[in-house]
Each structure stands twice: as C-alpha cells, then as structure tokens.
C-alpha cells in the first residue's frame, strides 16, 4: 500500500514549519483523540482561535509520556501565527519555539532526513533528582557505560529491526541507525539514538535491551543478536516513555523537500 500524497495548500492559506517543545507527562501522545488531551489536541485548538488552518502534520508521533524540546510539525494558515499570540493561548506545558514559512513542498514527516531521541537514566542508589522525576528514568542496578557503548554499536547501520517494533500492516521494520551512543555525567547516562525513521516502541525497546547488558543480565552480543528475529522479541522490555526525549528533526536545504518526500514516501511503502 502507498502512503498518500502530499495534500496541496488550499485557496488562502500558506504552509508554515512549527518548530514546538512539550513535556509529556500529562499528555495521551501527539495524535488528537476522543476524549484525551494530547499534543495535537491542543495545539489546533490554539491555531483555530488565530484563524482558518488544515492538515497538521507531525515529524515524529510522540508516544504518551514522551517528550520534545526539538519536534517539527506543519500546517497550512491563513496567516503565520505569532510566537506571542501562541503562548497566551497554549498551556504550559507546550511552546511553539518558532513559526518560519515554507513551501509547499515541506513535508514535516516524509521531508525528514533524520530524527534524533535521547533518553536519560540514573543510576544513583537514591533515584532520580527531584526535579528530573519526570524526564529520567531510575535504574535500581548500577549500569557500565563501557558495556552499553559495546553493545550499542552493532545496531547502527541498515537492519530489520523487527525484533524491537509493534509491527504494522503494510509498514516495513527496516530503519537506518545512524547513531547510537551513550554519555555518563555524574549517575545520569544519556543515550542518543539518531535514524531516518523509527518504528513504534523502538527506541524504548532499544534501550530496554541495552540495560539488561548494561547492569551484567545479558551479554554484550545479546541486543545485535536479535537483529535476526524476523517478528518481536518478548524477551526484550520496553523501558517507561518518561525518560525519552525528541531533541532534533534534520531537513535537506529547501530545494531538496519534495525530492526527499517522495523518495520517503517509495520507501516506506516498499
């Protein structure tokens, strides 16, 4: 099955890139739904107020309880909204950072060359700081960073990630892990993940299978391992959506928009 094709901007409006920033926690997900509050709930309610706007779409659907401080959206307006006039409308808890026009051959989603997520976990025999409860994860083992750098780096490169996605029909579990690294400051250790696309629950089942070597359960092979599996591995847990972040979405240079939508859009139709 193809992906649909880009709708065109309708008479009187014009497309503007949304650069927004959310803390998740008490949020359904990005994805407007009945009865929930969620990001885009929200955030079309506030453009509604400002004025005619229509298909908003997203670079990356967050997950209930993730983060952003660098998520990308589009939509099509009758005239860009103000950052100021935004902010008076939005809850706290959601920021547009910036609102920059572009054609209407950006795509947030199938322009994106990358996306790129962190996810914060502390080891310290006390939990997690106060004030970082609701965006680090407390891991009750102490964790090597020598072993998890080890056992992260065969996951980069193209591969069938099957065993570490919710697989959809019609949908391919084939990404490009372009980085995957982890940092140490203090008890906190940051894993940075940066592909062209990701799967639903991959990066929470990624760094679930990364801490089971990092606390000496698993081998350092295990995680590559399971890059054989041609469906879900259960073994593998799925650490809570708290400590996960979208931090940045790369785009090509103008002129590249439509070239690399479509080309998105071939791929993951295949």
Do not use: I
């Amino acid at each position: 099955m193809r992906s649909p094709a880009p709708a065109s901007v309708g008479a009187g409006l014009s497309r503007v890139r949304l650069d927004v920033a959310y803390d998740g926690t008490g949020f359904s997900g990005w994805a407007v739904q009945p009865d929930r509050r969620t990001v885009a709930g929200v955030l079309l309610s506030a453009l509604e107020t400002l004025g005619p706007s229509s298909g908003l779409v997203v670079a990356g659907r967050t997950d209930a309880g993730v983060h952003a401080t660098g998520q990308v959206c589009h939509v099509d307006v009758s005239a860009p909204p103000s950052l100021r006039r935004l902010a008076a409308l939005l809850p706290g808890d959601v920021r547009v950072l910036a609102v920059t026009p572009v054609p209407d051959t950006f795509d947030a989603r199938f322009s994106a060359l990358s996306r790129r997520y962190e996810y914060r976990v502390s080891d310290a025999p006390y939990g997690v700081q106060p004030l970082r409860r609701y965006d680090t994860l407390a891991w009750p083992r102490p964790l090597s960073l020598d072993a998890l750098n080890a056992a992260s780096a065969p996951l980069c490169g193209e591969h069938d990630f099957a065993a570490y996605c919710r697989r959809k029909e019609h949908g391919t579990t084939r990404r490009a892990l372009s980085r995957l690294a982890w940092r140490r400051n203090g008890h906190v250790l940051v894993a940075t993940v940066e592909a062209d696309a990701f799967c639903q629950a991959m990066v929470r089942s990624l760094v679930g299978a990364l801490l089971a070597v990092g606390d000496g359960r698993r081998a350092v092979d295990w995680p590559a391992s399971l890059l054989s599996r041609t469906g879900r591995a259960n073994e593998v847990g799925v650490v809570p959506p708290h400590g996960l972040t979208l931090v940045a979405v790369e785009y090509p240079a103008e002129a590249g928009y439509g070239a690399r939508a479509e080309a998105t859009r071939r791929l993951r139709s295949g």
